[in-house]
């Protein structure tokens, strides 16, 4: 399952090195605007410790993680609805992603050029929000009257009812609203899918500070994290900076590093959390004694849905999902224990697969 997180901003905010540090990839970094004009992709492993425990429980020949892709896309700035500094491209590359993570400057450095002239989180977020707005409103103008003449042509319910909605969005937009705020029935949310609306894309603050404020103590950070709650979004607090010269340590040396300085565990590690539950993802398990995997879904997937990741075969072809969770195999050590306890399932074509299950798919085609 490929899903993708679009890291935005304002040019130098500290973007493309929180993607440096992610991906330990080399996107240009430098400090003038626009350095990063081709959306930079970078493929990364989401730390999992369940994983790890499976692993030493089951002690397979590999281990194979999962990974979520993050694109790196070039600062945006006033105006780029209409073009300014190649506003219109970078719009499109948002348009590709699934979620958006908003980094915001929350530090003071002088040898930093603001593009602003001066460190004002409020504002710097109101400028790349209205972008998008304005980027949705362009968009929506000609949906909206071509719509609008179809309703008038004839008396079909789709039709109509994509009109209710795109005039709805279309309000709430020129009333400084993003898309996302306006309740849409479920049976028609793909009409606001097919819509490929900017600010339907949910949205997780960065809030990029210096290594003195990472306990978010600082006032940058709370100005975003009001902001924020207004918008029923979430924060957090990193050092793109610091991750940066983690990121480059081996893992020894990592733990001796964060050890040091206090912390528990990388900020990139919490990021990679938070943005996967922000594209409302779950991981399962399949252990064997030639691999131990984890793989990607949806919360809510059905087992079917979860076996078509694997391969569209085990979708076609289910049978049955033979299953348990892994905080059982936790608890008893071992498979045969957990059937012994009676933990072991099998599973029909309405099973909900559960974040952290271990499943053995059963099919034929």
């Known amino acids: 399952m490929s899903l993708q997180c679009g890291i935005v901003g304002l040019p130098n905010v500290g973007?493309?090195?929180?993607?440096?540090?992610?991906?330990?990839?080399?996107?240009?970094?430098?400090?003038?605007?626009?350095?990063?004009?081709?959306?930079?992709?970078?493929?990364?492993?989401?730390?999992d410790e369940r994983l790890n425990k499976i692993t030493s429980l089951i002690k397979p020949k590999s281990t194979v993680p999962t990974s979520m892709e993050f694109v790196d896309i070039a600062g945006l700035v006033a105006g780029a609805s209409k073009g300014e500094g190649l506003g219109n491209q970078f719009l499109a590359n948002i348009r590709e992603t699934d979620a958006i993570l908003h980094v915001v400057r929350c530090f003071e450095d002088d040898n930093v050029i603001h593009v602003s002239g001066s460190v004002d989180p409020k504002r710097d977020i109101e400028t790349i929000n209205t972008e998008l707005m304005l980027a949705d409103l362009e968009s929506l103008e000609k949906r909206l009257q071509r719509t609008k003449k179809l309703a008038r042509a004839g008396n079909d319910k789709k039709i109509q009812a994509e009109l209710e909605i795109i005039e709805s969005i279309h309000k709430a937009l020129e009333e400084g609203?993003?898309?996302?705020?306006?309740?849409?029935?479920?049976?028609?949310?793909?009409?606001?899918?097919?819509?490929?609306?900017?600010?339907?894309?949910?949205?997780?603050?960065?809030?990029?500070?210096?290594?003195?404020?990472?306990?978010?103590?600082?006032?940058?950070?709370?100005?975003?994290?009001?902001?924020?709650?207004?918008?029923?979004?979430?924060?957090?607090?990193?050092?793109?900076?610091?991750?940066?010269?983690?990121?480059q340590l081996e893992p020894e040396e990592q733990?001796?590093?964060?050890?040091?300085?206090?912390?528990?565990?990388?900020?990139?590690?919490?990021?990679?959390?938070?943005s996967y539950k922000l594209l409302n993802l779950i991981t399962?398990?399949?252990?064997?004694?030639?691999?131990?995997?984890?793989w990607t879904i949806k919360k809510g997937y059905k087992a079917p849905q979860a076996a078509g990741v694997i391969h569209t075969?085990?979708?076609?072809?289910?049978?049955?999902?033979?299953?348990?969770?892994?905080?059982?195999?936790?608890?008893?050590?071992?498979?045969?224990?957990v059937k012994e306890a009676g933990k072991y399932r099998s599973e029909g074509k309405e099973y909900t697969v559960v974040d952290g299950d271990i499943m053995l798919f059963r099919f034929n085609v």
């Open 313 to 337: 075969d085990f979708e076609r072809g289910f049978i049955r999902a033979e299953t348990f969770h892994c905080d059982d195999l936790f608890n008893l050590k071992n498979e045969s224990a």
């Open 177 to 247: 609203l993003p898309a996302r705020t306006v309740e849409v029935d479920e049976n028609y949310a793909y009409i606001v899918g097919e819509l490929q609306l900017l600010t339907i894309k949910p949205v997780l603050y960065v809030c990029n500070v210096g290594e003195e404020h990472l306990d978010g103590n600082n006032e940058y950070v709370k100005v975003v994290q009001e902001i924020a709650t207004a918008e029923k979004n979430k924060t957090i607090v990193v050092c793109s900076s610091l991750e940066s010269e983690i990121s």
């Open 284 to 294: 399962y398990f399949t252990a064997g004694e030639k691999e131990v995997r984890a």
């Open 255 to 274: 733990a001796e590093f964060l050890e040091a300085s206090g912390l528990t565990e990388p900020g990139l590690n919490r990021l990679i959390f938070e």
């Open 15 to 47: 973007k493309s090195t929180l993607f440096n540090a992610l991906t330990s990839a080399k996107a240009e970094s430098a400090n003038y605007p626009f350095c990063t004009i081709d959306p930079n992709v970078g493929v990364v492993t989401v730390p």
